[in-house]
């Protein structure tokens, strides 16, 4: 079938490609062709515009997921696929061999909305993970302490989820994550969350760094105070320890400014990026702050082959420019704030914790997953990451509107859910 064809038929040249069939097919074909790492599939998703998604058997959702936290401008943006099929069509792939426009002006881009100091540097990586196994080796060049005595010490914090790659794994807190696959990395010690006495005891100058998320979102959503992320800043500075910060959840204005950190005034060593920097196209970043810091890793001592590829960099360009030119920022803390004010006032949720548009909020009961599944009866998404906690991280697009239906829904979601166990 032509493109003419495909346009006239109202098909496009995916679906020519894999075909129409139910919901119910498809899990059964998915069952017997994928591993089982993410367990059964709730659905199977085939379309989406804007916060609104469809399955196969053409059902429509609300978007209160948005691909945790990556579709930060919702589905099918059509400036972002504009800018991704242009740029396809032009280059698409040239190795780290070569560079690209787009590779270098979105570097550029984020060392300025991130206000980097000097002598500050980029390695685009494809994930999240993969930015955190970057951060991971950067901590393992800081290894000369005082009079040469060795860092081995990396500091992480209960609760923290840094990915599921080896090393972020070691930084990982989750047994269940963890223990299939030990011995680990070696030398991640973890301490109790945003306790700063904790912190003041585990730093020394044997620690090479401390990695903390400013929000930790797999955990529930749980916000560092500004005080522990000032205190963490002081107490690696005074040691020699390099501070970073895993921002691949929180960061590209999740909470309503570009980086969550943002509002503790502080300027980590490193900053790791991913989920929303590509608008829903696979990319992930660090970001060294400062020459000395920058200078740790050299020519050969990491790469990657995609990393930085000419359409990611172009769909994340889109995405910044989309954010920063369509005020995102303001509309997300004033979409937020109502969405988390219409969350407290509902009967059987406990706590509403999050900033921005990451947000998480507890129930009287461990219903949890029983409300996504009713949720998703009702037509939305949501997600479970304990048994009585929700976390919501749609588009930062969502409308004042659209969190209302999901706030005049819940009450009865919750009921369902409760009369299901």
């Known amino acids: 079938m032509t493109n003419t064809e495909l346009s006239h038929s109202g098909e496009t040249a995916a679906d020519a490609l894999v075909g129409h069939t139910s919901g119910a097919d498809w899990l059964a074909r998915y069952s017997t062709s994928l591993m089982g790492v993410f367990g059964t599939p709730q659905r199977v998703l085939v379309r989406g515009a804007g916060c609104l998604v469809w399955d196969a058997d053409g059902k429509e959702y609300l978007d209160l997921l948005g691909g945790i936290a990556v579709n930060a401008l919702g589905h099918a943006h059509p400036f972002v696929t504009s800018v991704i099929a242009s740029q396809l069509s032009t280059l698409g792939h040239v190795s780290n061999f070569f560079t690209s426009p787009t590779q270098v002006a979105l570097a550029e881009k984020l060392l300025a909305l991130t206000q980097a100091p000097t002598g500050s540097k980029v390695f685009f990586a494809n994930s999240g993970t993969e930015a955190v ?198 509309h997300v803390l004033t979409v937020g704030e109502h969405l988390r004010a219409g969350l407290v006032a509902v009967t059987g949720v406990t706590e509403v914790r999050g900033r921005g548009l990451l947000i998480g909020f507890d129930l009287d009961a461990d219903v949890a997953p029983a409300v996504v599944q009713a949720g998703l009866a009702a037509g939305f998404i949501v997600n479970s990451p304990g048994p009585h906690t929700i976390r919501l991280a749609p588009p930062l697009v969502l409308t004042t509107a659209q969190a209302d239906t999901f706030l005049a829904a819940l009450p009865a979601i919750l009921q369902t859910a409760k009369e299901s166990q």
């Not at 608008?279 to 990393?307: D, R, Y």
Request: glycine residues 12%.
């Open 133 to 330: 196994e970057a951060a991971l080796k950067l901590a393992r060049r800081n290894n000369a302490g005082p009079q040469g005595a060795p860092r081995s010490k990396i500091i992480a914090l209960e609760g923290a989820f840094h990915g599921r790659t080896m090393g972020a794994l070691a930084l990982t807190a989750k047994e269940a994550y963890r223990e299939p696959f030990q011995p680990l990395p070696g030398g991640v010690v973890h301490i109790p969350f945003d306790d700063i006495e904790a912190l003041r005891a585990a730093v020394d100058t044997s620690t090479a760094a401390v990695f903390l998320e400013p929000i930790q979102g797999e955990a529930g959503v749980r916000p560092l105070s500004a005080e522990y992320l000032q205190a963490a800043r002081q107490l690696t500075a005074d040691a020699g320890a390099l501070l970073i910060l895993d921002e691949v959840q929180t960061g590209i204005g999740r909470t309503g400014t570009w980086l969550a950190c943002e509002d503790a005034g502080i300027v980590p060593d490193a900053i790791t990026l991913a989920k929303g920097l590509g608008g829903g196209f696979p990319i992930g970043a660090l970001l060294t702050f400062g020459a000395e810091v920058s200078s740790l890793l050299t020519a050969g001592q990491h790469g990657t082959t995609f990393g930085g590829n000419p359409v990611a960099t172009a769909a994340a360009l889109a995405t910044l420019h989309t954010i920063e030119n369509q005020h995102v920022l303001a």
